[in-house]
Structure formats: C-alpha cells, structure tokens
C-alpha cells in the first residue's frame, strides 16, 4: 500500500533521467532504527509507520534547512516536518551553492555506502591523473545513459573519471538484469558496455557478479532513474548532463570544500 502511495506523490521522474520502472527491493528497507536516534527522528519514524506498519526508512537525518527531517525511503529522497504531520518530495535547490540542498548527514551517508562497493567491481573509464571522479549508476538500454556515455571522452579530457555501477531499472530478474550480468562478466566489461549501449546485442555470459548488490545499494542512495550521477562528497548531481555542466558541478564542490576547510 505505502510503496503504491509513493509511487503516486514520486512518479514524475527527472527530466534528464530514465525512471525506473519497478517497485524497489525492500532488502535494507526494514533495517531496525539506529541506537542513536533521537526523539525527532523517532516522531518521524511514528510517523510514516502509520502510512504502513511494516515500512522503515533506510535513513532519516537532519535537513539541510530548519524544521524538516530528510528521509531516504524506497529509493526516493523525502521531507517530513519535524513533528511529523507533513511529508514534501520535491528535493529544495539552495540558490546560494546553486545545486540541490543537500544535509551533510546524508552525504555522509552517501559517502559511506558509495565507499563499500569494491573499486574493482566498477567499469571505470578514466584519464590519467584524474582530477575528479563521479559514481554514475547506469543501465545499458536507458536513452540518457547512452547519451551520457557518448560523452566519456570528453568528461576524461576534462580530468573526469567515469565510474559506472550497475542500476538495471527494470528490476532484478528482468532482461536488463540478465545482460547487464553478462556485461559485467564479459572479459573485456568496457567494451562490452560501450557495445551494448550501442545497441548491439549483449553475448549471455554469468559470473559471481555485483549487478544485483549495486542495484540494492543505489536504492539505499535514493536512486530511482538512471544515469543517477554521485560526486565524491556524496552529492548528487543529477540525472544526464552535459560534460561543461558537471565539470563546473565539481568545481563548485571542489571549491565549497576548500572553503570549509580553511581556518
């Protein structure tokens, strides 16, 4: 019932994006509340238990502006109020840092669960001596992934490196499962990648593979369409981009940093 109600309140997808297409595997979606949740936090659990007993979020953490509780729940990223009676879905823009509004609780969590998917279970594209590095979750038949990969060389010229995670929107089990598995077990996954997001057929091909485990792990980010785009700070900076435009997204961030770590 709940995941069919925010199906309903979530299902415009980014302009810039592939939507998924499935209803998100509720794996960590009913992982127990942290030890150290405080009486807001547990409001808003309360809360949102009553739109479905059985739902638990997979993150709820300060928002980036007074009043709200920032929520991940099945793959979407949420508002509540802090006394829990108002649920927003539309993630606010912050006009002075010009990019999404952003707590650094949640980029931290980003962060943290970015950082538990082995480097080696990536299709990597990247330039040497690379200056910035995106996590891009990608399916292989999505428009905009495709889009997004004719861009590679250009991303890499500008000192981006490209790493891809698997994120089969159509759900585990679907056809796009089975050949993005065989993508990631092909002997060479780069060109297999870049084959198949040509639209050339995919060999069948199994393996030990990561596909379903970064697909379980993108929902816990809050991906719901592909290419969803994550800097190193945990930020994400959107659905399909121009090159110029992500360049500049990082430098931003780059230079945001910099200024917070000043004395």
Avoid at 225 to 251: C, N, R
Wanted: glycine share 8%; proline share 7%.
């Amino acid at each position: 019932m709940f995941r069919i109600a925010i199906a309903a309140l979530l299902g415009a997808a980014s302009l810039t994006a592939c939507a998924q297409q499935k209803a998100p595997a509720t794996g960590n979606a009913t992982a127990a509340a942290p030890a150290t949740e405080g009486p807001v936090e547990k409001r808003v659990r309360d809360a949102l238990k009553e739109l479905d007993p059985n739902f638990k979020p997979e993150y709820i953490g300060a928002a980036p502006f007074p009043g709200f509780r920032e929520v991940i729940v099945s793959g979407q990223v949420l508002y509540v109020t802090d006394d829990g009676r108002y649920l927003m879905q539309s993630q606010p823009y912050d006009i002075e840092k010009r990019a999404m509004a952003t707590s650094p609780g949640l980029l931290t969590h980003r962060r943290t669960l970015l950082a538990s998917l082995p480097h080696a279970d990536r299709i990597v594209f990247a330039p040497p001596n690379a200056k910035y590095t995106i996590s891009v979750f990608t399916d292989i038949e999505c428009g905009y992934c495709r889009k997004l990969h004719q861009d590679i060389a250009e991303l890499n010229r500008n000192g981006i490196a490209v790493e891809y995670l698997a994120f089969p929107r159509m759900g585990l089990g679907s056809k796009d499962y089975t050949d993005m598995i065989s993508v990631w077990c092909a002997a060479d996954r780069k060109a297999a990648l870049t084959a198949a997001k040509g639209g050339q057929a995919v060999p069948s091909a199994t393996c030990t593979n990561p596909v379903a485990m970064q697909y379980n792990l993108g929902q816990q980010l809050g991906v719901n369409g592909t290419p969803a785009i994550f800097a190193a700070d945990g930020s994400q900076l959107g659905g399909y981009l121009p090159p110029g435009q992500i360049k500049a997204a990082l430098e931003r961030i780059g230079a945001a940093a910099t200024v917070t770590a000043s004395p």
